[in-house]
């Protein structure tokens, strides 16, 4: 949950809800009704709702079109709301690798500067089938990598882990990596020598935000890529629950649950283990 809201993807269930929320928004290509609003879900528009204790907030249309995430239809019953949904298109275009992220919004006075707050500056306008006019607005999305630790992260990793930073100050520390989203640290994962030719990948700490999004699978295939690149043959990741809820994820990359852990033998060593069996 971010800024007090639950974002999740809307169903076929929600169609009532969405078209609750929509009336009397005067928003063009809104559901008019329950019915439209189950068609478009249907027929494959993707919208995210912004939800509390008390309800559908607030919800949003969204669609990846040749690399760039746009989106449309923003509605929110409370504010924050509405800033929580554009935050949460943005973070699944970065999933996604997209770079750009634009929007269409009525032009009302206002409008402008509510999504230059957010990072958006308009780059066009349109028109409506209607005839009203549309601004068109695009912002340029940090790019979410996964790369070896650097001595400017020290202070992040402290702030993350508790460690101390002194150590990572010194410059970079082999088997240490970071998330980053831009510049901005948000995660870090850490593989040690266990002895005998494995590499045991700690647990990775992400930032609240970032949870759940698939990052500490990333980036525990990084950390598995570096040990067996550095002579490991297995790997060995602690299946705690939050990584046990991403189970199926890791299984994809040839992750198995052993017991506690999770475990990833190099495929030679695995076959040369066969052989000898």
Known sequence: MSGGFRVREADAEDAEALAELYAGSGLPGAPGDAAEAARMLQTGAAFLLAEDDAGIAGAVRWREEEGVAWFDLLRSLEPPAG????????????????????????????????????GYLPVGRERAED??????????????????????????????????PWPFEQGARPGWFVAADGERVVGVIAVRDAGGGVAEVAEPVVEAGYEGRGLEVWMAERAREWAQTN?????????????????????????????????????????????EG
Not at 86 to 104: H, M, T
Not at 239 to 263: C, I, K, N, S
């Open 83 to 118: 800033a929580e949904l554009v935050r949460a298109v943005g973070r699944r275009a970065q999933d996604r690798g997209l770079r750009l992220a634009r929007c269409r919004a009525p032009d009302t006075p206002g409008m402008a500067a509510y999504f230059a707050r957010l």
């Open 231 to 275: 002579g490991f043959h297995t790997c060995v990741l602690p299946a705690t629950p939050r990584m046990r809820a991403l189970r199926r994820a890791l299984e994809d990359w040839l992750w198995r649950l052993e017991g506690d852990r999770f475990v990833h033998t190099r495929p030679r060593a695995a076959a040369e283990d066969g052989a």
């Open 131 to 164: 005839g009203r006019a549309l601004l068109v607005l695009e912002r340029r999305l940090p790019l979410l990598t996964v790369r070896e630790q650097r001595r400017g992260d020290a202070a992040a990793i402290a702030r993350l882990t508790g460690a101390d």
